[in-house]
C-alpha cells in the first residue's frame, strides 16, 4: 500500500464518520460531492474532481442536475460518476413524490412544488406533465403527457380526458416546466389551460391548477386567478 494510498483511505474514513455522525450540515458542498464520488471512484482522491465539477456547474444543485453531456466534459468523469451523480437526484425525486401520495396533494402544496421543481426545473426541453387526483385529492398518477421543443409542446385535451377517464380521476392538476427560466404564463399557455378546462368540464373533472415551473420560482394560474 503506497503512503497515498493510505492517505486517502484515511481521509475518505474520515469523511464518512463525520458524515453517519450526523455533522453532514456543516459539511461544504465539495465534501458531500466527495462521498457521492467514492460510489464511482474506489481508489484515489476525488476532492480535486468534487471540486472542479462545482466550479465548472456554480454549486451543488447545479451539478447534480446537469445533464449526462455536460458531465462528461469534465476531466475524470466517466459512466460511473454519473450514475452515481443521477442517483442522488432520483433518489430525492422518489422520495418527495411518496410523500406526496401518503397525504392530500392540496394540503401538501409545498411538497408537491418541492417535487415538481427536483424533477422539472433544470430540464432544457418542455414537458406538459399531469397530476390525476381522486374525490379525497390523493395522486393517483403522474404522467409525462407530452414533450417537445426547447419552447412548447403539444398538449391535445382529448388525451387528457381519456387518461382521466382511465384513472377514474375526478380532479387534475396541469404541469409545465419554462427552460427560459421566466414562468409568466403566455397567451398560448392560457388558451391552452383554457381547452383543457373546458374539456374535462364535460366529464366533471376539476382543474385545480396549472403550475409553470422555472429554474428558481414557479407561477400558480389558480393564485393568479387564471383558474
Same mark, same amino acid.
Given at each position: 500500500?503506497?503512503?497515498?494510498h493510505f492517505l486517502n483511505h484515511g481521509h475518505?474514513?474520515? #469523511?464518512?464518520?463525520? =458524515?453517519?455522525?450526523?455533522? =453532514? ?8 460531492? %466527495? ?8 481508489? &484515489? ?11 465548472? =456547474? ?6 447534480? *442536475? ?12 466517466? %459512466? ?9 437526484? %432520483?433518489? +430525492? ?21 418541492? !417535487? ?6 433544470? #430540464?432544457?426541453? $418542455? ?9 379525497? *385529492?390523493?395522486?393517483? +398518477? ?16 382529448? $388525451?387528457?380526458?381519456?387518461? +382521466?377517464?382511465?384513472? %377514474? ?11 427560459? &427560466? ?8 392560457? *388558451? ?25 420560482? !414557479? !407561477? ?8
Amino acid at each position: 500500500m503506497t503512503i497515498d494510498h493510505f492517505l486517502n483511505h484515511g481521509h475518505r474514513q474520515r #469523511l464518512r464518520e463525520r =458524515f453517519i455522525a450526523a455533522s =453532514f450540515a456543516s459539511l461544504p458542498d465539495y465534501e458531500i460531492l %466527495e462521498i457521492i464520488l467514492f460510489l464511482a471512484k474506489p481508489r &484515489g482522491d476525488v476532492k480535486p474532481l468534487a471540486k472542479k465539477m462545482l466550479a465548472e =456547474f456554480g454549486s451543488f444543485q447545479g451539478v447534480i *442536475n446537469a445533464s449526462k453531456d455536460k458531465l462528461l466534459t469534465i476531466s475524470g468523469v466517466g %459512466e460511473a460518476v454519473i450514475s452515481a451523480i443521477k442517483i442522488i437526484k %432520483e433518489s +430525492a425525486s422518489r422520495s418527495l413524490r411518496d410523500e406526496i401520495q401518503a397525504a392530500p396533494v392540496l394540503g401538501s402544496w409545498s411538497l408537491l412544488i418541492d !417535487y415538481l421543481k427536483v424533477s422539472m426545473a433544470h #430540464l432544457k426541453t $418542455e414537458q406538459f406533465r399531469i397530476l390525476y387526483l381522486d374525490r379525497k *385529492n390523493m395522486l393517483v +398518477a403522474d404522467e409525462l403527457q407530452e414533450y417537445g421543443t426547447i419552447d412548447q409542446t403539444a398538449v391535445y385535451p382529448r $388525451e387528457i380526458v381519456k387518461r +382521466a377517464l382511465f384513472h %377514474e380521476a375526478s380532479a387534475l392538476i396541469l404541469v409545465h416546466n419554462h427552460p427560459s &427560466g421566466n414562468v409568466k404564463p403566455s397567451q398560448a399557455d392560457i *388558451n391552452m389551460t383554457n381547452k383543457i378546462t373546458k374539456a374535462c368540464n364535460v366529464i366533471n373533472v376539476i382543474i385545480h391548477d396549472h403550475v409553470i415551473i422555472g429554474k428558481n420560482n !414557479y !407561477y400558480s394560474f389558480r393564485s393568479h386567478l387564471l383558474i
